[in-house]
């Protein structure tokens, strides 16, 4: 199943102020005046400290920059001029936005001209390193890549389960029945989903669509008012695909199960399970039926394995 990417990562300055993390508490020393201009685009941190020693080529445009107290200690030992020169030197217009820390009060020198550049001089009472990690978090959240993706997504035995499929197949059928058996919905024919880090993606459901299912003959059901609180769940690690395909259509199935297929969400690769569809098959039970054999797979234990392990043994001491 495609997906569509529906935006590029990235986030002003002025929005991280206005969004960041109360623990931060961000004041604006200078360049106010840039911050819709100036955008943040990679989660990583960078320090300054290489960069004001005349390093420039080591600044990355799209970046937090840090100046913490090695920064503010290594300024004070210039005059003025040389303080000025090498502020300068910083190509300015390269960075988003500056972060000092500790509360540590800049030179009045590189206040002015970021007042000058519109650079963004921001401060925080935290120190460096719990800065960074608190600005890390919330940058991989603010630019994590998203996409739409289409189909059902539930949380069953714990696992987050997208069920995907032609239209008509039975995807909110299936899911209705996993509901009514104890699982929760995450979301119903709009996913969005983002990545976090390089191997993790998260699905959620888009705010008008949030608890609600699409039943053909029913029409649009709140399974919140039908099923209580417990049938939902706001988010879901995505960890198990079911693609639910037409017995005509479907062609070579792996009959044993030891041939593992997955399918790619945002660059990782989700472990995907093929059901064949045909009248008289309980499509619940054979979801529920993978998200447990995906368990035990995910503890060590392969069944399909085991049993072609166990068929070998027997055809060696045979011979």
Avoid at 222 to 240: E, Q, W
Avoid at 288 to 315: C, K, N, P, W
């Amino acid at each position: 199943m495609s997906e569509s990417i529906t935006s590029s990562p990235a986030i002003t300055v002025r929005d991280f102020i206005a969004q960041a993390p109360e623990q931060l508490e961000l004041r604006v020393l200078a360049g106010a005046g840039g911050a819709e201009g100036r955008e943040l685009t990679v989660p990583r941190i960078q320090k300054l400290g290489l960069a004001l020693a005349g390093f420039t080529n080591y600044i990355h445009t799209g970046r937090l920059q840090i100046v913490g107290q090695s920064e503010i200690w290594f300024l004070g030992q210039l005059d003025s001029e040389k303080r000025a020169e090498a502020i300068r030197h910083l190509s300015l217009e390269r960075i988003s936005c500056v972060l000092v820390t500790k509360g540590l009060e800049p030179p009045v020198e590189l206040v002015e001209e970021a007042e000058r550049a519109g650079l963004p001089l921001l401060q925080t009472p935290l120190v460096s390193s719990i800065a960074i990690n608190v600005v890390t978090d919330f940058l991989q959240e603010a630019l994590a890549p998203r996409a739409v993706r289409h189909g059902v997504l539930l949380d069953v035995y714990g696992l987050g389960v997208l069920i995907e499929g032609t239209s008509g197949i039975g995807k909110s059928e299936c899911a209705l029945d996993l509901i009514s058996r104890g699982h929760r919905l995450v979301s119903d024919d709009v996913i969005e989903v983002k990545r976090i880090g390089t191997d993790k993606v998260i699905g959620s459901a888009p705010e008008l669509l949030r608890e609600h299912l699409e039943i053909r003959g029913l029409g649009i059901l709140n399974i919140r008012d039908l099923f209580g609180v417990s049938a939902i769940s706001s988010a879901k690690t995505l960890d198990l695909s079911i693609k639910l395909e037409r017995w005509d259509r479907a062609g070579e199935v792996d009959r044993l199960g030891i041939d593992p297929r997955s399918t790619e969400v945002l660059g990782v690769r989700v472990p995907q399970v093929l059901i064949p569809v045909s009248p008289g098959r309980n499509l619940s039970t054979l979801v529920e039926t993978a998200v447990r054999i995906q368990l035990l797979r995910s503890r060590g234990y392969d069944a399909a394995q085991e049993f072609v392990a166990r068929h070998t043994l027997i055809l060696e001491s045979k011979q």
